[in-house]
């Protein structure tokens, strides 16, 4: 077996091994999971297969409509498996604990870079791979294409994910040769920044809303040569484009030159990319080793605020409180994460700023108050998201740490509760800032103001509640990142709960608003009835909540008090 | 005291005490139940049946007043590595509410100077070597004068400053009092600090006493422990399988 083949042994066993013994248990799990990517399947299937229905209706433009979305999105793929693969190739090539067995044996620099390489492209592809193919089947169902078309999209797509993970490595070891000490996740940060950015860029220039409305167009000529400008004729994504597009359209191009323009590229960047390893790599992983100072969050001046901030809190609640915040704001990894909230936040609220509700056929009055009353369940989902990345790994985030608060006279009780609040403040700011602002820009009447901005309040201690509890009972303390503990069984479990629970506090809610809603649009008095109805709705939202916050917390407090650690 | 893993036997039928001032040796082949039995005693897990009293009070029926007396130093270096030593220190003395004046302060620059760490006070623990972590957690351990004080595998990543500085905190601590609970695999430093020893295999406690009472059970003339620890442990014939190993 060649070398380099070696190198992926473990990983290769490793799998089996878990392929073979499942969790230990029910089979709940596999059986969830497996229902959610069927699910997840069908639906994107059956979404494209319908917009590209729609697309072979329009005479004309129909077919150019279709190869435009599958250069769109072949490009969006292309900028996600990048980023991804600078991501994934830090760790793999620098950070991966294996790599101090690897480089004392007597193993070849070569060998070493084509293993690594292999396990970035298998970790950073797996996932877009998974998700793009009913997106591709779809093309091929639609249009009807022979097998020669799934023929070709195999043999492009090789190269197409070869091309990424050589990019990704190439930058990531420069960028580690760069930087001084063990800043590479420092240059996570970076990167998400620089992801983000690009990735707005990218939206903007594609315009993919203008292209659906031909009338923004000042002529036809104009909407055709839009349609038909390609995105750029240097990047792989539209070489796969133009090497597939003869096989499901009537479409002439010469698919033999672009596959062979992304063969012979993914080739080149793999040699290209070996000759940079052997030249930077081992200068770069030397100044990985190096460690790095805090500086910001040692100042005087935060540890004063943050003494204050803390002071009606007992002293070991604030001890634990004070160093969540201090791990969580030197933790690059976790900065990334914030910034990438923020643009999420900006693009949330600059949505509801630019709803086009004057154009819309129904009343303003009754849509302003309609999206406001959906906006709750929105923002619920929002904060549920963000509940789900940074409070269900809350307790996980102790690691294998977990002995010193286990072994300290600190109570399991006290240490789940401080979770809960110091993760329910910052999220009460977002969630009333997000509902806030948005009907301010809907213009929404005071009762609905108040109404979206008190369920949000309370709803925020449930979804809270939810994400301390169940992090405790699904806790990973062995995993190196937060992002592995948010995407594993229990986190995928929570997001189900949570999003249930926001649906079921938004159903609850909906009768009684749209009745209070009716009586005060038409000026008319209230039934007994209604209000008992009412009163009993809202008597249910509350006992969600307290459901949603007790129950958890307590199933979450017995798992890690009867935990062997 | 009985720990079991589905039907692996880890910790059976374990009795033991130990006094005020006394350093007591825990001693065991690879696997024989030291660290789970560590690990109980601690509250990091809980036994199948049976109980351990710190000071009268039981770990898992009063875990915060128990632990309050207890300092425990794992073989396990893992902390929190976005804090810097002194803060991981501090964060330490606010768990076991300690005041925070100038007293608290003193006592940890004085521990911090003790363990050689205070250049290193300002660094993130992610920063240091493992020795340099060992000592942090032994330097956390003593931090709010504990009564008992429960250690797993004392030496492990200290060069020989560091450890002679641990056997010298050790002694002084037992003269003041404290009860110390230390299994280690390292027999000299057992036979050089340690008033009584007691020797676990596959989870069952074989030999309890001194020296002299260890050497009498054993029927040995040897003074070392070493020969009478592989002795007891049923491990003498590694001398007869080694002679018969080629590298």
Known sequence: MDAWLILLQPKIIALRHRLRQPARGSFL?????????????????????????????????????????????????????????????????????????????????????????AETMTHSSWMVLLFGLPVFLAYGWVYQASCNYYLVFACALIPFLIIPAALGALFSMI?????????????????SIFFAVSLYFLLRFLQPE???????????????????????????????????????????????????????????????????????????????????????????????????????????????????????????TQWSQLILLSALVVVYLYNFRVLPLDKSPMPTFFLQNLLSFLNMALAGFVLSAVSGRFVFPAVSLEGLSFWIIRSSPVSLRSFLWSKFWTSLIPLIILGEVLIILSNTFLKVTPFMMVLSSATLFFMTFGIVGLGVGMGALYPRFKVENASQIASGFGGAFYMILSMTFIGAVVTLEAWPVYTLFMAELHHRTLSLWEWAGIFLSFSGVAILNALAVVLPMRLGLKNISEMDF | MNKKFGNFHAVRDLTLRVF????????????????????????????????VLLSGKDI?????????????????????????????????????????????????????????????????????????????????????RPQILVVDEPMVGLDP???????????????????????????????????????????????????????????????????????????????????????
Request: charged residues 20%.
């Open chain 2, 60 to 144: 898992a029926q009063q875990p915060v007043e128990a632990k309050s007396i207890l300092g425990y130093i794992s073989d396990r270096p893992y902390l929190y590595e976005k804090l810097t030593g002194q803060e991981f220190l501090e964060f330490v003395a606010d768990l076991h509410s300690l005041d925070s004046g100038e007293g608290r302060r003193k006592r940890v620059t004085e521990l911090l100077e003790f363990f050689d760490l205070q250049s290193w006070s300002k660094e993130l623990v992610e920063s240091y070597s493992h020795g340099m972590r060992q000592r942090l957690i032994i330097a956390a351990a003593i931090l709010h």
């Open chain 2, 161 to 247: 400053k560091g450890a002679r500085l641990v056997k010298r905190l050790f002694f002084e601590l037992a003269r003041a009092g404290v009860a110390i609970f230390m299994s280690t695999h390292n027999l000299e430093i057992a036979e050089e600090m340690c008033h009584r020893i007691g020797i676990i295999n596959e989870g069952q406690l074989i030999a309890l006493g001194t020296m002299q009472e260890l050497r009498e059970k054993a029927q040995s003339a040897d003074d070392r422990l070493e020969p009478l620890f592989l002795k007891l442990t049923g491990e003498a014939g590694i001398r007869e399988f080694m002679q018969g190993f080629r590298f």
């Open chain 1, 29 to 117: 799990k596999p059986l969830i999971l497996a229902c959610l990517a069927v699910s997840f399947w069908a639906f994107t299937f059956w979404a494209f297969q319908r917009v590209l229905l729609y697309f072979r209706g329009v005479e004309l433009f129909g077919d150019l409509l279709a190869a435009k979305l599958m250069g769109m999105i072949l490009l969006t793929f292309f900028s996600i498996l990048l980023f991804s693969n600078i991501i994934s190739s830090l760790s793999t090539f620098f950070l991966a604990e294996d790599l101090t067995l690897f480089l004392s044996r007597p193993v070849s620099l070569d060998r070493v870079y084509y293993a690594r390489l």
């Open chain 2, 20 to 51: 005020p001032g006394e350093v007591f040796g825990f001693l065991g082949p690879n696997g024989a139940g030291k660290t789970t039995t560590i690990r109980i005693m601690v509250g990091l897990m809980k036994p199948t049946s049976g109980r």
């Open chain 1, 210 to 332: 203008r292209l659906v409305n031909p009338d923004s167009f000042a002529g036809l000529v104009e909407y055709l040569s839009a349609l038909s400008a390609p995105s750029s004729a240097f990047l792989p994504s539209f070489w796969i484009s133009e090497a597939m597009l003869p096989y499901y359209q009537d479409h002439q191009a010469p698919s033999g030159f672009f596959l062979g323009l992304i063969w012979s590229t993914a080739g080149a960047m793999v040699v290209f990319g070996n000759w940079v390893f052997r030249t930077l790599y081992f200068a770069g992983w030397t100044k990985s080793q190096e460690a790095r100072r805090a500086r910001l969050t040692q100042s005087p001046l935060i540890d004063g605020l943050l003494r204050l901030l803390t002071r009606p809190l007992n002293v070991r609640a604030r001890a634990l409180v004070v160093k969540d915040f201090k791990s969580f704001f030197r933790d690059t």
């Open chain 1, 175 to 191: 960028l580690v040769n760069i930087f001084p000490a063990r800043r590479t996740k420092d240059i996570l940060f970076l990167l």
